[in-house]
């Protein structure tokens, strides 16, 4: 995995995981939305960074396919 595509892939898994976390209900405005963003810990955070060397280890052990 080329370094522009870790980016790419870590920007992508992390836009994923928050925004399943701030669409988790419906939000009858920008601003509610917003809040929800807000809402989101450092701690969640640090988790999915940390988490990140574990995927890319899957992704190299299967050669670059599907991890």
Known sequence: MKLLDFLIFHGQLL???LSDKA???PHPSVE???QSLDEITLETLKKIVDNFPKRMKACVEAKGGHC
């Open 15 to 17: 836009g994923m995981m």
């Open 23 to 25: 669409c988790a209900k």
């Open 32 to 34: 509610s939305f917003d």
